[in-house]
């Protein structure tokens, strides 16, 4: 199915402001390292911790009698919600200090584009503050997303979703790179594995995952590349 192909009418949607996220704490520890070759979220157990067994296609499929603009967009709605507070409870970990570019991987951080449209290094917590207010921004303006009955999406909706849902990557990978300890410390590993399984299998269904933003480049690839991967092997995605 090709979303971006497809403009079509809203039917109508109920929105609530996602959560706020805690400020993260500037006196907070770094989060600790690990000195194992492989990282965590790619090792046994944790690699297979999830809370839905099977393959994740049956629940991104689009429902009967549903709109397909309408679907993309609640649930990208309930990602950015979701993913938002599960940084939230680890944005005391994810500061300045700790963390001083928006790193997917050993060689890969991300750059923000600027008011000049010049590429630059940010922390994390300031890139994904960014990200977050740009997306609540995005999620308030009911000429991008419609939520009264009758009113159209916006022929820019598809591109726009696209960028959404590339920079909610981002803000996965980094999560996974830099802070899955604290995850796991939450014992929050299943249900984080779980969103994001969801979020790439949603991503392949509708046209919004590029590989290439998944897995990078051989000189810097995206350390959740890898688990994607896995994933596939194990049958949660589709190959």
Known sequence: MSFLGSISRSMGRSGQ????????????????????TSPLY???????????????????????????????????????TNLNEFYGTIAECCTPQA?????????????WINQERKSVHLPAPTYIDYVMTWIQNLLDDENVFPTK??????????????HVYRQLLRVFAHIYHAHYPQILHLRS??????????????????????VKDLKGASSSPVGVGALW??????GLLET
């Open 189 to 210: 590993e299943p249900h984080f594995n779980s969103l994001f399984a969801h979020f790439l299998a949603f991503g392949r269904e509708y046209d919004l995952l590029e």
């Open 229 to 234: 991967e896995k994933w596939r092997e194990m």
């Open 17 to 36: 402001r996602a959560p706020k996220r805690p400020p993260p704490d500037p006196h907070s520890a770094p989060p600790t390292t690990t000195t194992t």
């Open 99 to 111: 963390c001083l570019t928006m790193s997917a991987g050993p060689t890969l951080s991300y750059t």
């Open 149 to 162: 009955s009758g009113n159209d999406f916006p022929q820019a909706f598809p591109s726009t979703i696209k």
């Open 42 to 80: 790619l090792s046994s157990p944790f690699v297979d911790a999830a809370l839905v067994k099977g393959n994740f296609k049956t629940i991104v499929m689009l429902p009967k009698y549903v709109d397909i603009m309408e679907w993309v967009a609640v649930n990208i709605f309930d990602f950015y």
